[in-house]
């Protein structure tokens, strides 16, 4: 799909998925224009799940990883938060883009829980060191030592097909383990915040579905292919 602008404005498509009339995407939250600002950022699927911005989260509009909107969160107070609940699900992807900066280390990027403050998360992507970022899921960390650095913008995602995890950087898949479900999904997915303290940096285009997607499926959506 292409999309211009008369006035030369930058322009970005928004797209929200189904099949035959049902849709399987939960959460889609672009951060973009319009739809964002010091209060909440709108989730484009038709459950309408906005996510509240909370503290020290200011959006910007020209801070994501394509050059358009984007939340910066201050590492003290700042997070968003969507009250989705995927309790029940057997089938799961969650997506976003997340970028450090001088971020402190054991803090949680993004967290799937009944609580902000959680220590039993269903989901947590926890900075681990000032260089490395590992996976939480199935009651315990799963995959750890993945690369991330300050100042770059790194793409994640984790899926579950009901009987095994894979977690992906860039569009790459990163590991897997077969394990089950772990912790209820209830509960709220907040970007910014997970055990233990709050991430410094940006979060971009977040997405929650209630399918487990294809490794070429996630390749595509990173390299804005669809």
Same mark, same amino acid.
């Given at each position: 799909?292409?999309?211009?602008?008369?006035?030369?404005?930058?322009?970005?498509?928004?797209?929200?998925?189904?099949?035959?009339?049902?849709?399987?995407?939960?959460?889609?939250?672009?951060?973009? =224009?319009?739809?964002?600002?010091?209060?909440?950022?709108?989730?484009?699927?038709?459950?309408?799940?906005?996510?509240?911005?909370?503290?020290?989260?200011?959006?910007?509009?020209?801070?994501?990883?394509?050059?358009?909107?984007?939340?910066?969160?201050?590492?003290?107070? =700042?997070?968003?938060?969507?009250?989705?609940?995927?309790?029940?699900?057997?089938?799961?992807?969650?997506?976003?883009?997340?970028?450090?900066?001088?971020?402190?280390?054991?803090? =949680?990027?993004?967290?799937?829980?009944?609580?902000?403050?959680?220590?039993?998360?269903?989901?947590?992507?926890?900075?681990?060191?000032?260089?490395?970022?590992?996976?939480?899921?199935?009651?315990?960390?799963?995959? !750890?030592?993945?690369?991330?650095?300050?100042?770059?913008?790194?793409?994640?995602?984790? !899926?579950?097909?009901?009987?095994?995890?894979?977690?992906? !950087?860039?569009?790459?898949?990163?590991?897997?383990?077969?394990?089950?479900?772990?912790?209820?999904?209830?509960?709220?997915?907040?970007?910014?915040? =997970?055990?233990?303290?709050?991430?410094?940096?940006?979060?971009?285009?977040?997405?929650?579905?209630?399918?487990?997607?294809?490794?070429?499926?996630?390749?595509?959506?990173?390299?804005?292919? !669809?």
């Amino acid at each position: 799909i292409s999309t211009a602008d008369a006035d030369g404005d930058i322009v970005k498509n928004i797209i929200t998925w189904y099949n035959n009339v049902s849709t399987y995407q939960n959460l889609y939250l672009p951060m973009e =224009g319009g739809t964002s600002n010091s209060t909440y950022t709108k989730d484009y699927t038709n459950f309408s799940i906005n996510a509240s911005v909370n503290g020290g989260a200011v959006w910007n509009s020209t801070g994501g990883y394509d050059g358009r909107g984007a939340y910066r969160c201050d590492g003290t107070s =700042g997070y968003l938060q969507s009250d989705l609940s995927g309790s029940g699900w057997n089938n799961l992807t969650v997506m976003f883009w997340a970028k450090p900066i001088n971020s402190p280390t054991s803090v =949680g990027i993004f967290q799937w829980a009944n609580s902000l403050s959680s220590g039993t998360p269903y989901i947590l992507l926890q900075r681990d060191t000032s260089t490395s970022a590992r996976w939480f899921a199935s009651n315990d960390y799963r995959l !750890t030592n993945l690369t991330i650095n300050n100042n770059n913008w790194y793409h994640f995602a984790i !899926t579950f097909n009901g009987s095994a995890w894979s977690f992906y !950087t860039n569009g790459s898949l990163s590991g897997f383990y077969t394990g089950g479900p772990g912790a209820s999904g209830s509960g709220s997915l907040y970007y910014c915040n =997970g055990y233990d303290g709050y991430f410094a940096g940006m979060i971009d285009d977040a997405q929650v579905y209630k399918k487990s997607l294809s490794p070429e499926q996630i390749g595509a959506i990173y390299a804005n292919r !669809t």
